[in-house]
């Protein structure tokens, strides 16, 4: 169920400023989270509010380890991955429970 949910993001999605997630070619996902990127100078915040406005309970993950009070103390700090944390910036979790309609 999971993964025709996916695959109806998948296909409701396209030509919209959002990377989906990565299908690979003989691999199956369980499905946990579907997290779409945001493209372009839409805010993440903007689009988190007004789809929780809408009573869809998008919500954010993926939050950078190096930025978790466990390795700031060891001296981690904003700036040493910044890959990691523009992706962050910019990502956001679709509902995904097999009981959605």
């Not at 999971?2 to 003989?26: F, I, K, N, W």
């Not at 100078?41 to 009573?55: C, E, I, K, P, Y």
């Not at 919500?59 to 978790?68: D, G, L, S």
């Amino acid at each position: 169920r999971r993964e025709s949910l996916a695959d109806t993001y998948d296909e409701l999605l396209v030509g919209l400023p959002v990377t989906c997630p990565v299908r690979v070619a003989g691999v199956r996902s369980s499905w946990h989270l579907y997290a779409i990127e945001l493209q372009g100078t839409v805010s993440r915040a903007a689009v988190f509010n007004a789809m929780r406005a809408a009573g869809i309970g998008v919500n954010v993950h993926y939050i950078p380890i190096h930025t978790q009070p466990y390795y700031t103390q060891r001296g981690f700090r904003r700036g040493d991955f910044p890959a990691a944390e523009r992706y962050y910036e910019r990502a956001l979790s679709l509902p995904l429970f097999p009981a959605m309609t």
